[in-house]
Nanobody
Framework: QGQIVESGGGLVQPGGSLRLSCAAS????????MRWYRQAPGKEREMVAV????????NYADSVKGRFTISRDNAKNTVSLQMSSLKPEDTAVYYC?????????WGQGTQVTVAS
C-alpha cells in the first residue's frame, strides 16, 4: 500500500521562496514518475510539475515555469518542489501524487499561502 506524506508548506510573502517535500513508501519509488498538484479554493485541482522515474525529464504548468523546480532523490524516496518568486495566486493546497498501476495515491496535502 503506497503512502505519501507532504511537508514544508506555510505562509510566505509575495516574491518569497518555499520548498515542499514529499516522502513516499510502499512502492518501488524509482520506477514511477512523481507529480505535484495544487488546488486553490473554489478551483479544480491542477498539475503543477512532473518528474520522470529517473529524474531526467521534468515538465511544468505554464503558470509556474521558470519559478518552480521539481527534483527527486531515489535513494531517499523523496520528491521536492522548490518554489521561488511566489505570487498570491500560488496560494493553494499542494499535493504529491503517484500512479501505481491502476491506483492513484495522494498525500494529505500541505497548505501554501502567499500573502503580505
Amino acid at each position: 500500500q503506497g503512502q505519501i506524506v507532504e511537508s514544508g508548506g506555510g505562509l510566505v510573502q509575495p516574491g518569497g521562496s518555499l520548498r515542499l517535500s514529499c516522502a513516499a513508501s510502499g512502492f518501488t519509488f524509482s520506477s514511477y514518475a512523481m507529480r505535484w498538484y495544487r488546488q486553490a479554493p473554489g478551483k479544480e485541482r491542477e498539475m503543477v510539475a512532473v518528474i520522470s522515474s529517473a529524474g531526467g525529464v521534468t515538465n511544468y504548468a505554464d503558470s509556474v515555469k521558470g519559478r518552480f523546480t521539481i527534483s527527486r532523490d531515489n535513494a531517499k524516496n523523496t520528491v521536492s518542489l522548490q518554489m521561488s518568486s511566489l505570487k498570491p495566486e500560488d496560494t493553494a493546497v499542494y499535493y504529491c501524487n503517484v500512479d501505481v498501476a491502476a491506483t492513484r495515491y495522494w498525500g494529505q496535502g500541505t497548505q501554501v499561502t502567499v500573502a503580505s
